[in-house]
């Protein structure tokens, strides 16, 4: 079945460490987005990307960075300088056009 | 700048008691209206697209509607499995990312 997958489903940061959250799809789909998600606050974007080697910041960067090397794989790295990360992550992607964007299941990151 | 907002935040129903949660949106120009239904601990799971005002969307229980200004999202005879939050998202013109809304928290009561 075509979908996103996010992985890992929960992940625990220690002080000043790097952590990568995967998301892979096989959608086929040019456009891929990072949120995050904290209760009463909806979903802001971290970065997107519209097509393979390229990618644009969202709203809330800050703390984040991001790779495109493949179609199907957009991972989101939250640096040491990302200094509230707990918040639950959720990858997405959609085809060019107006058509909608599609959601994996999301990760949660807490911090230890 | 593009923006949604949600009413109520949070709506208790009892079962079969019909209602409907509203999206007021501004945007510079409208290519798309979604809405998502959004289990807690889940992503959110795609549930309509509109594009035009007087563009109506049925789906089991769940009809949307579109206005230049707003979108409803009318819920008939609901049922426990309906709980859930809604989220409202636009795409203005360009190739740009969705605004969403804050999203209704649903609750029907047995």
């Known amino acids: 079945d075509g979908g996103i997958t996010q992985s890992p489903k929960y992940l625990f940061r220690k002080e000043g460490q790097n952590v990568t959250l995967s998301c892979e799809q096989n959608?086929?789909?040019?456009?891929m987005y990072w949120y995050r998600q904290d209760p009463g606050q909806g979903l802001r974007l971290i970065y997107y990307?519209?097509?393979?080697?390229?990618?644009q910041k969202g709203d809330i960067a800050e703390g984040y960075s991001v790779s495109r090397e493949k179609k199907e794989s957009f991972p989101l790295t939250v640096t040491s300088a990302q200094k509230n990360p707990t918040a639950f992550y959720l990858c997405?992607?959609?085809?060019?056009?107006?058509?909608?964007?599609?959601f994996g299941d999301g990760t949660r990151l807490s911090i230890l | 700048e593009d923006q949604v907002t949600q009413s109520p935040e949070a709506l208790r129903l009892q079962e079969g008691e019909s209602s409907s949660l509203n999206c007021s949106y501004t945007?510079?120009?409208?290519?798309?209206l979604f809405w998502y239904r959004q289990d807690p601990g889940k992503g959110p799971e795609f549930l309509f697209t509109?594009?035009?005002a007087g563009e109506e969307k049925e789906k089991e229980r769940l009809k949307a509607t579109l206005t230049k200004k707003e979108s409803f999202l009318h819920i008939t005879a609901p049922k426990p499995e309906d709980s859930a939050t809604y989220l409202c998202?636009?795409?203005?013109?360009?190739?740009?990312?969705?605004?969403f809304g804050k999203g209704t928290r649903l609750s029907v009561i047995a």
């Open positions: 997405a992607s959609s085809s060019r056009g107006d058509q909608p964007q599609h």
């Open positions: 998202a636009v795409r203005s013109t360009g190739n740009t990312p969705l605004v």
């Open positions: 990307s519209q097509i393979v080697n390229d990618f």
């Open positions: 945007v510079s120009g409208l290519r798309g």
């Open positions: 959608l086929n789909h040019d456009a």
């Open positions: 509109l594009y035009s």
